[in-house]
Protein backbone atom coordinates (compact mmCIF):
# COMPACT_ATOMS: atom_id res chain seq x y z
CA UNK A 1 0.00 0.00 0.00
CA UNK A 2 1.52 3.22 -0.99
CA UNK A 3 2.61 5.36 1.88
CA UNK A 4 0.03 8.09 1.06
CA UNK A 5 -2.93 5.61 1.75
CA UNK A 6 -1.63 4.63 4.61
CA UNK A 7 -1.79 8.19 6.32
CA UNK A 8 -5.32 8.42 5.05
CA UNK A 9 -6.02 5.20 7.18
CA UNK A 10 -4.59 6.25 9.90
CA UNK A 11 -6.12 9.74 10.10
CA UNK A 12 -9.52 8.16 9.04
CA UNK A 13 -9.26 6.24 12.51
CA UNK A 14 -9.66 9.47 14.73
CA UNK A 15 -12.30 10.33 16.37
CA UNK A 16 -11.96 13.94 17.28
CA UNK A 17 -14.82 13.79 20.15
CA UNK A 18 -12.28 11.42 21.57
CA UNK A 19 -9.04 13.25 21.29
CA UNK A 20 -6.95 15.69 22.18
CA UNK A 21 -3.02 17.75 22.03
CA UNK A 22 -1.15 16.56 24.73
CA UNK A 23 1.73 18.98 23.16
CA UNK A 24 2.00 22.74 22.54
CA UNK A 25 -0.26 23.09 20.01
CA UNK A 26 -3.90 22.38 19.85
CA UNK A 27 -5.10 19.46 17.01
CA UNK A 28 -6.58 22.19 14.76
CA UNK A 29 -2.98 24.02 15.00
CA UNK A 30 -1.29 20.41 14.61
CA UNK A 31 -3.88 19.35 11.22
CA UNK A 32 -3.12 22.61 9.95
CA UNK A 33 0.52 22.30 9.91
CA UNK A 34 0.78 19.01 8.38
CA UNK A 35 -1.60 20.24 5.92
CA UNK A 36 1.16 23.37 4.74
CA UNK A 37 3.51 20.69 4.87
CA UNK A 38 1.76 18.47 2.09
CA UNK A 39 0.60 21.55 0.22
CA UNK A 40 4.06 23.13 0.28
CA UNK A 41 5.58 19.83 -1.75
CA UNK A 42 3.98 20.88 -4.28
CA UNK A 43 3.44 24.44 -4.67
CA UNK A 44 6.71 25.53 -3.24
CA UNK A 45 8.19 26.14 0.27
CA UNK A 46 7.65 29.73 1.66
CA UNK A 47 11.87 29.38 3.21
CA UNK A 48 14.83 26.84 2.44
CA UNK A 49 17.85 25.70 3.84
CA UNK A 50 20.82 26.08 2.04
CA UNK A 51 21.82 24.04 -0.96
CA UNK A 52 24.58 22.80 1.19
CA UNK A 53 22.95 21.61 4.11
CA UNK A 54 20.32 20.22 1.90
CA UNK A 55 22.46 17.98 0.26
CA UNK A 56 24.26 17.09 3.05
CA UNK A 57 22.36 16.91 6.51
CA UNK A 58 19.35 17.13 5.03
CA UNK A 59 19.69 14.17 2.63
CA UNK A 60 21.18 11.79 5.26
CA UNK A 61 18.40 13.02 8.01
CA UNK A 62 16.05 11.80 4.83
CA UNK A 63 17.57 8.31 4.60
CA UNK A 64 17.80 8.03 8.27
CA UNK A 65 13.79 8.83 9.21
CA UNK A 66 12.99 6.78 6.01
CA UNK A 67 15.06 3.43 6.83
CA UNK A 68 13.92 3.45 10.45
CA UNK A 69 9.92 4.19 9.38
CA UNK A 70 10.22 6.97 12.07
CA UNK A 71 10.67 10.64 12.18
CA UNK A 72 11.65 12.12 14.86
CA UNK A 73 11.67 16.19 14.61
CA UNK A 74 10.71 19.28 17.24
CA UNK A 75 6.65 19.12 17.39
CA UNK A 76 6.70 22.82 18.21
CA UNK A 77 8.83 24.29 15.32
CA UNK A 78 6.64 25.52 12.43
CA UNK A 79 7.64 25.15 8.81
CA UNK A 80 9.79 27.74 7.85
CA UNK A 81 7.24 30.49 6.22
CA UNK A 82 4.42 28.39 8.22
CA UNK A 83 1.45 30.68 8.06
CA UNK A 84 1.23 29.67 11.95
CA UNK A 85 -3.08 29.80 12.72
CA UNK A 86 -5.13 28.18 15.58
CA UNK A 87 -7.92 26.52 14.07
CA UNK A 88 -10.14 24.09 14.88
CA UNK A 89 -9.81 20.32 14.90
CA UNK A 90 -12.29 19.93 12.40
CA UNK A 91 -11.31 22.52 9.68
CA UNK A 92 -7.47 21.56 10.55
CA UNK A 93 -8.53 17.86 9.83
CA UNK A 94 -10.67 18.28 6.88
CA UNK A 95 -7.70 20.76 5.46
CA UNK A 96 -5.17 17.88 5.81
CA UNK A 97 -7.52 15.56 4.09
CA UNK A 98 -8.40 17.90 1.16
CA UNK A 99 -4.04 18.39 0.80
CA UNK A 100 -3.66 14.96 0.99
CA UNK A 101 -6.26 13.66 -1.62
CA UNK A 102 -4.71 16.87 -4.15
CA UNK A 103 -1.04 15.33 -3.88
CA UNK A 104 -2.14 11.85 -4.06
CA UNK A 105 -3.69 13.13 -7.55
CA UNK A 106 -1.15 15.96 -8.19
CA UNK A 107 1.02 15.08 -11.50
CA UNK A 108 3.06 17.86 -12.05
CA UNK A 109 6.53 19.02 -10.30
CA UNK A 110 7.73 18.22 -7.09
CA UNK A 111 9.51 21.02 -5.10
CA UNK A 112 12.15 21.01 -3.02
CA UNK A 113 11.49 20.16 0.33
CA UNK A 114 12.73 23.16 2.82
CA UNK A 115 15.73 20.88 4.59
CA UNK A 116 15.63 17.35 2.54
CA UNK A 117 15.84 19.43 -1.05
CA UNK A 118 15.04 17.60 -4.32
CA UNK A 119 12.55 14.60 -3.17
CA UNK A 120 10.43 12.12 -6.07
CA UNK A 121 6.45 11.64 -5.34
CA UNK A 122 6.83 8.49 -3.40
CA UNK A 123 9.50 10.09 -1.22
CA UNK A 124 7.69 13.21 -0.20
CA UNK A 125 4.34 10.54 0.16
CA UNK A 126 6.82 8.44 2.71
CA UNK A 127 7.99 11.97 4.55
CA UNK A 128 4.39 13.22 4.89
CA UNK A 129 2.99 10.11 6.13
CA UNK A 130 5.88 10.26 8.69
CA UNK A 131 5.42 13.55 9.58
CA UNK A 132 1.55 12.82 10.46
CA UNK A 133 2.59 9.76 12.66
CA UNK A 134 5.31 12.12 14.24
CA UNK A 135 2.58 14.29 15.16
CA UNK A 136 -0.02 11.80 16.03
CA UNK A 137 2.35 10.72 19.15
CA UNK A 138 1.10 13.99 20.65
CA UNK A 139 -2.76 13.01 20.38
CA UNK A 140 -4.24 10.62 22.98
CA UNK A 141 -6.97 10.26 24.87
Same mark, same amino acid.
Given at each position: MPDIDLAFARLEGLDLSAIESTGDWGLGRVFNHLAQGVEFSMHGYPVQKPKLFQATVGTLAFKMFSARGKMKHGLDEPIPGEVVSEIS &?? !? +????????LETF??????????? !??? +? %??? &??FGKAHLLH???? %???? +?S
Open positions: &AE !A +GLERLWTSRNFEGKMQPHF !AYG +G %LSK &AQIENH %LEEV +G
